[in-house]
């Protein structure tokens, strides 16, 4: 209600006068009987009860302490010895009266202040609301300020445009030199080479003119080069064959390689290294077969590392390796050291028997040459 209440005494009998009060906002009637003596009674022992003064003002910080306060001596499940039930019943009930009473309260305020701004907004003069945030807005102070952040950021986001849209146009008409440059390099690459190919061209056609070519092994007969492969691109096949013909191999061939002399490398090692050492193994051979296969583990890694490079640019799936394990590696050194063993042992048993065949049959030209020689002795004698 905005209407202005009226009220007009008139006493004829005393000093024939008039008195007239005027109340410019309800909310002041009502504040009126809100606080002091027009407090309810209810009210007033709700703040009797927090311990609070009943004049309505104290703050909600205070309000909220004096009723925590009570709280730990009366709550049922705080374990004081002044624990009541029915008692904190009460001052719970007070404490949201009192809460109630003060957000009526509060919100009167507000409602006065709102409006005492609005008059004095209006009764300001016009030419001060446009001596801060330069000009910018409309309305209270408080919302003139929002408005004026919020054109701070739009220019501020502006200015970010402007300065990235320059940056870019100078990075794009450096870029544009550099391009341009670029094409006069190429341009004069491509006039040389296409003159050096015009003055071979001239060459091979006075060649040609002179008869040069004429005496060519297999002249005017057709082409053998791909006769064992007719599907193939003739322009893919010359290229390949230039390029194994310098030398050059792919990549994956060259790491396949790569894998196979390190693995052939380390299976060597790891059989030499069992070799040496016995069967069975003595504490100190095993400590060094520990130590050899530590140090074989740590290439193995670097091996598997290659071998996952391989099976990225390998061209077949076929044709991708798995990873070598120790445990295999080192299995397999076992194995290769017995058959070792066994070979080098049955060549013994082979070379001895040879020997012995041999000093068998020196024996017997021996003993067959004896005869010989004393019939040849007696002669000489008789």
């Known amino acids: 209600m905005t209407c202005t209440v009226h009220l007009l005494l008139s006493l004829s009998s005393l000093h024939h006068g008039r008195l007239l009060l005027v109340l410019s906002r309800p909310a002041l009637l009502v504040r009126w009987f809100s606080f002091g003596p027009h407090m309810s009674r209810s009210l007033q022992e709700s703040y009797r009860l927090l311990q609070l003064p009943d004049d309505g003002l104290s703050s909600p910080a205070r309000v909220k302490e004096a009723y925590l306060r009570l709280a730990k001596l009366y709550h049922p499940d705080s374990g004081a010895v002044t624990a009541d039930a029915a008692l904190f019943a009460r001052v719970e009930e007070a404490y949201r009266a009192v809460l109630a009473h003060q957000s009526r309260v509060q919100q009167l305020d507000g409602?006065?202040?709102?409006?005492?701004?609005?008059?004095?907004?209006?009764?300001?003069?016009?030419?001060?609301?446009?001596?801060?945030?330069?000009?910018?807005?409309?309305?209270?102070?408080?919302?003139?300020?929002?408005?004026?952040?919020?054109?701070?950021?739009?220019?501020?986001?502006?200015?970010?445009?402007?300065?990235?849209?320059?940056?870019?146009?100078?990075?794009?008409?450096?870029?544009?030199?550099?391009?341009?440059?670029?094409?006069?390099?190429?341009?004069?690459?491509?006039?040389?080479?296409?003159?050096?190919?015009?003055?071979?061209?001239?060459?091979?056609?006075?060649?040609?003119?002179?008869?040069?070519?004429?005496?060519?092994?297999?002249?005017?007969?057709?082409?053998?080069?791909?006769?064992?492969?007719?599907?193939?691109?003739?322009?893919?096949?010359?290229?390949?064959?230039?390029?194994?013909?310098?030398?050059?191999?792919?990549?994956?061939?060259?790491?396949?390689?790569?894998?196979?002399?390190?693995?052939?490398?380390?299976?060597?090692?790891?059989?030499?290294?069992?070799?040496?050492?016995?069967?069975?193994?003595?504490?100190?051979?095993?400590?060094?077969?520990?130590?050899?296969?530590?140090?074989?583990?740590?290439?193995?890694?670097?091996?598997?590392?290659?071998v996952?490079?391989?099976?990225?640019?390998?061209?077949?799936?076929?044709?991708?390796?798995?990873?070598?394990?120790?445990?295999?590696?080192?299995?397999?050194?076992v194995k290769g050291a017995r058959q070792r063993r066994l070979d080098q042992q049955r060549e013994r048993e082979e070379e001895r028997a040879r020997r012995k065949e041999e000093r068998k049959r020196a024996n017997a030209q021996t003993r067959s040459s004896r005869p010989g020689l004393v019939s040849w002795v007696q002669r000489l004698i008789g």
């Open 111 to 306: 409602g006065k202040e709102a409006d005492d701004e609005e008059k004095s907004r209006g009764t300001a003069l016009q030419h001060r609301q446009y001596l801060s945030y330069e000009g910018v807005g409309s309305g209270t102070p408080s919302q003139r300020e929002r408005q004026y952040r919020q054109v701070r950021v739009d220019r501020a986001s502006e200015q970010v445009l402007n300065y990235r849209q320059r940056e870019h146009e100078r990075a794009a008409a450096a870029e544009g030199a550099l391009v341009e440059r670029d094409m006069r390099q190429r341009s004069r690459k491509i006039k040389i080479t296409q003159a050096v190919e015009r003055l071979v061209e001239d060459l091979i056609q006075e060649s040609m003119a002179r008869g040069d070519f004429r005496n060519l092994s297999g002249a005017g007969k057709p082409l053998i080069k791909f006769q064992h492969n007719p599907y193939a691109d003739p322009m893919t096949h010359n290229l390949n064959r230039i390029l194994i013909d310098n030398g050059y191999q792919p990549p994956w061939v060259v790491t396949q390689r790569d894998i196979r002399e390190a693995a052939a490398r380390i299976r060597t090692r790891l059989l030499e290294g069992r070799a040496r050492l016995g069967d069975p193994m003595s504490p100190a051979e095993r400590s060094q077969w520990e130590q050899l296969c530590a140090s074989v583990e740590e290439e193995l890694l670097k091996l598997n590392k290659m």
């Open 308 to 333: 996952d490079n391989y099976n990225l640019i390998v061209p077949m799936l076929s044709m991708q390796m798995v990873h070598f394990s120790l445990s295999r590696e080192v299995e397999r050194a």
